[in-house]
């Protein structure tokens, strides 16, 4: 079955650190990625998404994410986090690689910036 | 507010009881999702609309849930003689044409 794996459950970091989460995609096709943000008592919100070209794309709040096909990979960074990133992260692609149908999710992966 | 809105936030209702969500989409989005959602696991697909067809269902989506969307606006999703197992937190989303899906902020449901 086609999956999305997070491979951190919990990441605590420092403000000004630098944050690479993981995330592995099964599909082999071609592929739409997403990365949602959902910070503590809200609605799961869009950092950045992958369609197709450049495979590094910029989102907001300084957030990047780099598509590897190869590794089958889409892992997110930031080069310095703020106690305000402080959220639940999820990467999530679309069933069987279309626009038209549902998304799958990893489990997510809680980030915690201690100020 | 333009976003995707549902009603209610928060419900608590006894075993056995049945229990109706509704979601209003952004307007000009066709399709329509919801989804369940768990502690500590993501968003899991329960079912999809396009305007007012049920295009899939997911396996999580027993016989005790049913899904509508009458005219391809608000959707409802009713759970029948709910059980323990489905305090959740359920999400509706929806998608324009080739755009990323936008989240309402869910509905709590608990069960006792």
């Known amino acids: 079955a086609q999956s999305v794996s997070q491979h951190n459950h919990h990441v605590i970091l420092s403000e000004a650190a630098s944050l690479e989460l993981g995330c592995n995609y099964s599909?082999?096709?071609?592929?739409?990625l997403f990365w949602y943000v959902q910070y503590p008592g809200q609605h799961l919100q869009l950092l950045l998404k992958?369609?197709?070209?450049?495979?590094l794309v910029k989102g907001i709040k300084g957030f990047e994410a780099e598509f590897i096909k190869s590794k089958f990979s889409f892992n997110l960074r930031k080069p310095s986090v703020q106690w305000s990133d402080t959220a639940e992260y999820f990467c999530?692609?679309?069933?069987?690689?279309?626009?038209?149908?549902?998304?799958?999710f990893g489990k997510g992966t809680k980030l915690s910036v201690k100020p | 507010d333009t976003g995707v809105s549902q009603d209610p936030r928060h419900k608590i209702t006894k075993r056995g009881q049945n229990v109706t969500f509704r979601c209003d989409p952004i307007?000009?989005?066709?399709?329509l999702y919801w989804y369940r959602q768990t502690l500590g696991q993501g968003p899991e697909f329960l079912t999809y609309?396009?305007?007012?067809?049920?295009?899939?269902k997911s396996r999580l989506l027993s016989d005790r849930f049913s899904a509508e969307r009458p005219k391809g606006s608000f959707s409802t999703l009713e759970i029948q003689r709910t059980e323990q197992g489905d305090s959740a937190m359920y999400l509706c989303?929806?998608?324009?044409?080739?755009?990323?899906?936008?989240f309402g902020q869910g509905t709590r449901l608990t069960v006792v």
């Open positions: 999530a692609e679309n069933a069987k690689g279309g626009s038209q149908g549902n998304l799958i």
């Open positions: 307007s000009e989005h066709n399709r």
């Open positions: 992958y369609f197709s070209g450049d495979p």
């Open positions: 609309f396009q305007n007012e067809a049920q295009l899939e």
């Open positions: 599909y082999g096709g071609t592929v739409n």
């Open positions: 989303a929806s998608r324009g044409l080739n755009t990323e899906a936008f």
